[in-house]
């Protein structure tokens, strides 16, 4: 998935961006970003996928999301000089381009790329929101559903008809994702595995029937 501010520039825009990089390098369980810290640059993803933590009232880790290639983190605070608004963690080997929050700031001046920039800050918060309402008004299994199917979207590798999701996720990562306890997701994982829908192994889910997760996402309560 690539991020929609880069999917909004040209080809030449892009590559201005890119060359404004410096190449880096993270392990699995880096974290990049850290919460609070300045907005001191973005990173253009190119390879891996990290997981966007929030810190929760009760001083543990929700993931808000995964990320993959093409995707442009940290640059909402880097724009407007506030403090990282969430952290950043790479849930597998990533490398990607870091570029310093004032030169992305002056390639949106100089090609007026503001209304998109705004645009993009704007669809991420609707996400939010709407994940925020899914949870008041779906069960646990239909939360489950749906965030295996992002997951498929951002971080999924299609193997032989079957959908392999490589990231180093925990089950309590992933309980954070849904807002549920990490024994009511041990339980819907054990019951889609029952109904052949998924596969498990550590840290790793593999999706067998995608079009089957959809009908069960879809379903209402």
């Known amino acids: 998935m690539t991020s929609d501010v880069i999917a909004a520039m040209t080809t030449e825009q892009r590559q201005e961006l890119e060359a404004l990089g410096v190449r880096v390098q993270f392990p699995a369980r880096h ?3 850290m919460e609070g810290q300045p907005s001191r640059s973005v990173l ?27 995707e442009l983190m940290g640059d909402e605070g880097a724009l407007t000089g506030e403090p990282r608004s969430a952290t950043v963690k790479a849930v597998s080997s990533v490398v990607g381009l870091d570029v310093k ?22 669809l991420r918060r609707r996400e939010s929101d709407d994940e925020r309402a899914s949870l008041t008004r779906l069960d646990v299994t239909h939360r489950f559903a749906r965030m295996l199917l992002g997951l498929v979207m951002e971080a ?19 309980a954070s994702r849904v807002g549920a306890s990490r024994e009511a997701v041990a339980l819907v994982l054990r019951n889609l595995r029952k109904q052949g829908l998924v596969a498990t192994g550590r840290q790793e889910i593999t999706v067998l029937d ?4 959809r009908i069960l996402a879809s379903t209402s309560q």
Request: net charge negative; no cysteine; proline share 3%.
């Open 31 to 33: 974290v990049i970003f």
């Open 44 to 70: 253009i993803l190119q390879e891996g996928n990290v997981a966007v933590m929030q810190a929760a009232e009760d001083g543990s880790e929700v993931l808000l999301a995964v990320r993959g290639p093409g």
């Open 101 to 122: 929050a004032e030169d992305l700031v002056q390639l949106v001046d100089k090609y007026h790329l503001w209304p998109q920039m705004y645009r993009s800050a704007i």
């Open 156 to 174: 999924g590798k299609e193997v032989n008809g079957r959908w392999e999701i490589d990231v180093a996720l925990s089950q309590q990562d992933l």
């Open 210 to 213: 995608l079009d089957g997760l």
